[in-house]
């Protein structure tokens, strides 16, 4: 069995949110369904989305779960948008979370670093 898994994210502007996450998956969208959406695919069958809904933007929170975890934000980074907060927590696992210019939290996570140099 296939499942196609869409993330959404409410925003309230199309261009700015499209300018920012263009930045942040550093691409372009993977399709546009129509005037108010951009669609992302960041894995197999596992996609991202941003819709025009300007009464409930700045309310979202998605957080991919990466096994290159500094590769990733260092890239992001280097695209010109920083993290707002880092942690790691008891259990070593890292966070990483982005705000885009609505507000929304994108985030990322990562194994703890002892598991990755196993």
Same mark, same amino acid.
């Given at each position: 069995?296939?499942?196609?898994?869409?993330? #959404?994210?409410?925003?309230?502007?199309? $261009?700015?949110?499209? /300018?920012?996450?263009?930045r942040f998956f550093g691409s372009e969208p993977a399709f546009l369904p129509n005037d108010v959406e951009a669609v992302w695919e960041v894995a197999e069958h596992r996609y991202v989305f941003f819709e025009v809904l300007?009464?409930?933007?700045?309310?979202?929170?998605?957080?991919?779960?990466?096994? $290159?975890? $500094? #590769?990733?934000?260092? /890239?992001?980074?280097?695209?010109?948008?920083?993290?707002?907060?880092?942690?790691?927590?008891?259990?070593?696992?890292?966070?990483?979370?982005?705000? $885009?210019?609505? #507000?929304?939290?994108?985030?990322?996570?990562? /194994?703890?670093?002892? /598991?990755?140099?196993?």
């Amino acid at each position: 069995m296939t499942v196609d898994l869409f993330a #959404g994210i409410s925003v309230s502007d199309h $261009d700015q949110a499209r /300018a920012w996450y263009e930045r942040f998956f550093g691409s372009e969208p993977a399709f546009l369904p129509n005037d108010v959406e951009a669609v992302w695919e960041v894995a197999e069958h596992r996609y991202v989305f941003f819709e025009v809904l300007p009464e409930h933007a700045g309310h979202g929170q998605c957080t991919l779960f990466v096994d $290159d975890l $500094d #590769g990733w934000v260092d /890239a992001i980074v280097a695209r010109g948008i920083e993290p707002e907060v880092r942690e790691t927590y008891a259990n070593g696992v890292r966070h990483v979370t982005f705000r $885009d210019p609505d #507000g929304n939290e994108i985030s990322l996570g990562g /194994a703890p670093l002892e /598991a990755e140099e196993r």
